[in-house]
């Protein structure tokens, strides 16, 4: 579910380790994808025209020309990094956002608040992962309650049971079906905890 569209995050370094590791990883597959292009068009060029322009220009003029490409090349990587750090900082918080979101309302949950559901904002990823702990969320609390109302159910017909045993004389018609009905509501219970598979 998404948060009210005019809603935006104010902090963008969420989860540092996450986010710088990421950033890295995008500005250097950048960095390198800029270098490797440019150098590739660069030397292309140099080998195409070189002769031709070795017999229009002097030699030294060429390397002037060479020298002026490289620094163009290297000022122009230069001034592309702070833009592919920037736009690698906000793609990384639209990851690291419903990471740390995730993290914290699993920690809500495995702290018993079933009541909990993840809401993620419009534009962020891990939505599938968010909807699929939020429908696990939504079982658990639904057959938790159920056990809950057999468990509060078998309570009262063990009270019955008690209060009927307890006079005198009891009624061995009227225990019987109490004890019935117990043994019908334990088998509900009973069968809406199998569909849990657990460890031990």
Do not use: C
């Not at 809950?148 to 009270?159: G, H, M, N, R, W």
């Not at 018609?173 to 009905?181: C, E, F, L, P, Y």
């Amino acid at each position: 579910m998404p948060t009210k569209p005019g809603f935006r995050r104010r902090q963008y370094i969420i989860k540092k380790g996450l986010q710088y590791r990421y950033i890295g990883i995008v500005f250097a597959i950048a960095l390198l994808a800029s270098i490797v292009t440019g150098y590739t068009v660069f030397a292309t060029g140099w080998t195409l025209l070189g002769e031709k322009l070795a017999n229009v220009y002097p030699q030294g003029r060429l390397v002037v020309v060479l020298r002026a490409t490289n620094l163009a090349l290297i000022r122009n990587l230069l001034f592309a990094s702070p833009l592919i750090f920037i736009l690698g900082l906000l793609f990384s918080h639209r990851i690291a956002g419903p990471v740390y979101r995730i993290e914290k309302s699993v920690y809500e949950i495995a702290n018993g608040n079933l009541g909990m559901r993840i809401k993620l904002r419009q534009g962020d990823e891990l939505w599938d992962l968010a909807n699929m702990i939020n429908n696990m969320t939504e079982k658990l609390d639904k057959g938790i309650a159920l056990n809950k109302e057999s468990v509060s159910a078998i309570q009262k017909d063990l009270d019955e049971i008690k209060k009927t045993i307890s006079g005198q004389p009891f009624d061995l018609k009227k225990v019987d079906a109490s004890i019935n009905g117990l043994q019908s509501k334990i088998k509900d219970l009973d069968s809406s905890l199998n569909i849990w598979t657990t460890a031990a």
